[in-house]
């Protein structure tokens, strides 16, 4: 029959076979998987304490120490080379040598100017000893020119009174009027303006009349300014010596 079979269909053999393969797989799982159900679990034997046995407390856990880190390595200081240093050293000496120089040369030049301006000021005050002591001389000779003069012109008796009272009351009015004096600057040469003063019996000055120009005309404005600031003026020690009318002088440099 089976020849048959092969004859009449080739593929149902195979089909046949495998067939039977499957129903023996099935069979066969089956069968395993009864038993493995029927088998029966092993005994468990637990053991029974009266008292909980020592538990060891855990071991503390050691850290390892943490490591230190190291230290960065200071970078090598270069040095500088022989003849940069001398160098370097020739420059610094060079400059400190200057500074002392600089530094004597100013103390030099204070020196010099402190100098100077003594000089200058003790001429200056020797100047105006000088002149102070022109002044007063010919002061004394105005007056005395002025004295004979009206002596010789008036009539009558001479004028009455000590010449050298005269001549220290000029000096007097010369002393108040002189600090009033605002001596312009740039002052040329030594110029002379002269007025005619006209007083009160008390010493004011009533006028005070340009009679001779010193060419300088902010200097004869600068002593009429004076003179009328000047009022009252001062009266002479001997009353008979007083004028109403005076004849003043004057000069930068007096």
Not at 24 to 40: D, E, N, S
Request: aromatic share 4%; charged share 35%; hydrophobic share 35%.
């Amino acid at each position: 029959m089976m020849r048959s079979l092969e004859r009449r269909d080739p593929g149902a053999l195979l089909s046949f076979l495998l067939a039977i393969t499957m129903h023996v797989a099935l069979f066969t799982v089956l069968v395993f998987g009864i038993q493995w159900r029927a088998k029966r679990p092993d005994p468990v034997m637990a053991e029974l304490w009266t008292q909980l046995p020592a538990v060891e407390p855990p071991k503390p856990v050691v850290q390892p120490k943490p490591q230190p880190k190291p230290e960065p390595k200071p970078e090598p200081k270069v040095e500088p080379k022989p003849d940069i240093a001398l160098e370097q050293e020739r420059k610094r000496k060079e400059e400190q040598a200057k500074k002392l120089r600089e530094e004597a040369e100013r103390k030099k030049q204070e020196e010099l100017r402190a100098t100077q301006e003594r000089e200058q000021r003790e001429r200056e005050l020797a100047e105006k000893r000088q002149s102070e002591e022109e002044t007063r001389q010919r002061m004394q000779e105005q007056l005395n020119r002025e004295l004979a003069s009206a002596t010789a012109k008036a009539p009558g008796p001479p004028l009455l009174g000590d010449p050298r009272a005269r001549a220290r009351w000029g000096d007097r009015i010369k002393a108040k009027i002189h600090p009033n004096i605002v001596v312009p600057p740039d002052m040329p040469g030594n110029p002379e303006a002269i007025f005619d003063v006209e007083l009160l019996p008390t010493g004011e000055v009533l006028s005070a009349k340009l009679r001779k120009s010193s060419g300088v005309k902010a200097w004869d404005e600068a002593v009429e300014r004076a003179i009328l600031k000047s009022s009252p003026l001062p009266l002479p020690e001997q009353r008979e010596v007083f004028e109403r009318r005076l004849v003043l002088t004057f000069r930068p440099k007096d």
